[in-house]
C-alpha cells in the first residue's frame, strides 16, 4: 500500500505563488506517475500535472501551462506543484495521486490507485 500526504495549501490573493508538498510512504517502488488533480465547488476534479518517476514524460493542462510546475524531489517519494501567478479559478481543493503505471500520456483518474486526502488552495480577487 502507498499512502500520500499533501501539504502547502493556503489562503493567497490573486498573483501570488503556493508550492505544494506530496509525501509518499509505503509501497513507493510500485508508484511510476504522479499527479496533481484539483476539484473546485460543484465541478468535477479534473488533471491538473502529471510526471513520470524518471522526471520526464511531464504534462500540464491547459489553464495552467506556463504558470505551474510538477517536479519530483531527489527522494524518489516527493512530489510538488509549484503554482505561480493563481488567479480566482484555480480555487479548488488539490490532490496528489500516484500511478503503479508507466503513463507515457495524461492518465485518467482510474489509472491512479493511490490518492491524498487533498489540500485546500484559495485565490482571492
Known amino acids: 500500500q502507498v499512502q500520500l500526504v499533501e501539504s502547502g495549501g493556503g489562503l493567497v490573493q490573486a498573483g501570488d505563488s503556493l508550492r505544494l508538498s506530496c509525501a509518499a510512504s509505503?509501497?513507493?517502488?510500485?508508484?511510476?506517475?504522479m499527479g496533481w488533480f484539483r476539484q473546485a465547488p460543484g465541478k468535477e476534479r479534473e488533471f491538473v500535472a502529471q510526471i513520470r518517476d524518471s522526471g520526464d514524460n511531464i504534462y500540464y493542462a491547459r489553464p495552467v501551462k506556463g504558470r505551474f510546475t510538477i517536479s519530483r524531489g531527489n527522494a524518489r517519494n516527493t512530489v510538488y506543484l509549484q503554482m505561480n501567478s493563481l488567479k480566482p479559478e484555480d480555487t479548488a481543493v488539490y490532490y496528489c495521486?500516484?500511478?503503479?503505471?508507466?503513463?507515457?500520456?495524461?492518465?485518467?483518474?482510474?489509472?491512479?490507485?493511490?490518492w491524498g486526502q487533498g489540500t485546500q488552495v484559495t485565490v482571492s480577487s
Open positions: 509505503g509501497r513507493t517502488f510500485s508508484m511510476y506517475t
Open positions: 495521486a500516484g500511478s503503479s503505471a508507466t503513463l507515457g500520456r495524461i492518465g485518467r483518474m482510474d489509472e491512479y490507485e493511490y
